[in-house]
């Protein structure tokens, strides 16, 4: 096949960036998205151009490093599919392709399709943990779990941190990241002794770093290659609301006990 591309090109976090046109030639239709930017690379490298920066890693669609929008969808027009594995056969011969980083105030851009994505990780250090010392890996049947809260525990946890959700929400929210990351710890017995404090905690750590709010539209959930459902979102908010009521409490009875 034989694409065009229209690339987002940033030299650094202060240039202006704009949209350079490339061509890509004799494109297989079994090569992935990367691989398919690896050759526009070596052509730019071979003629003495600064090749295209964009994240990638394992390449499995399990780290979540790679991330990009294509024409518009975060991760490209494939359902459930990572920016690695898509294939390149999901494109026709001839066709315009424009690619842009992450748009988001807390995805800042560091050099073309690149953003720093550490606003992800600091909301996970606020609170996606359990903090009780328990030494070695206790035995798998040690504390019994329903399966229902076992499943749904393992669907919060498939996710990849790949901030697609954000890069999809008009409001560059990161409530469904956030809700995967606290619910699949809050739906196990390990993790209810600060389940609410937990949600307190990251929530509050979220709107620190600049990500919009939730307006119900749905996109992250359609956007996420993992599926993760915004049933989650509600989770989060009830524990978020437990918290706070739970605080307000514990105020009181300060000062109650004061005077």
């Known amino acids: 096949m034989r694409l065009v591309l229209h690339v987002w090109r940033q030299r650094g976090p202060r240039d202006a960036g704009r949209f350079v046109t490339y061509e890509a030639a004799d494109v297989s239709p079994d090569m992935s998205f990367l691989e398919m930017l690896d050759v526009v690379n070596e052509g730019l490298i ?26 518009g969808r975060p991760h490209g027009p494939r359902e459930r599919t990572t920016t690695c594995q898509l294939h390149m056969r999901s494109f026709r011969d001839g066709d315009e392709l424009w690619i842009e ?63 697609a959700c954000v890069a999809a929400c008009p409001n560059a929210s990161a409530m469904l990241f956030t809700a995967a990351k606290i619910s699949h710890l809050g739906l196990l ?47 989060m908010n009830a524990d978020f609301v437990l918290a706070r009521l739970d605080e307000g409490r514990r105020v009181a009875k300060v000062g109650e006990g004061g005077a």
């Open 46 to 71: 071979g003629r003495g151009e600064v090749p295209i920066a964009f994240d990638h890693d394992c390449r499995e669609g399990i780290c979540g490093a790679c991330g990009m929008v294509i024409n």
């Open 189 to 235: 017995p390990q993790g209810q002794p600060e389940r609410h404090e937990r949600a307190r905690r990251m929530v509050e750590r979220m709107d620190a770093e600049g990500f919009g709010s939730c307006t119900n539209h749905g996109e992250c959930e359609a956007a996420c290659p993992k599926g993760i459902s915004v049933l989650f979102i509600a989770r």
């Open 101 to 163: 980083p992450w748009r988001a105030r807390a995805f800042p851009v560091v050099k073309d399709l690149v953003v720093d994505r550490g606003a992800l990780d600091r909301v996970i250090a606020a609170g996606g943990f359990i903090a009780a010392p328990i030494g070695a890996a206790a035995d798998a049947n040690a504390l019994p779990v329903r399966k229902e809260n076992a499943d749904l525990a393992m669907d919060a946890a498939a996710c990849i941190g790949c901030g």
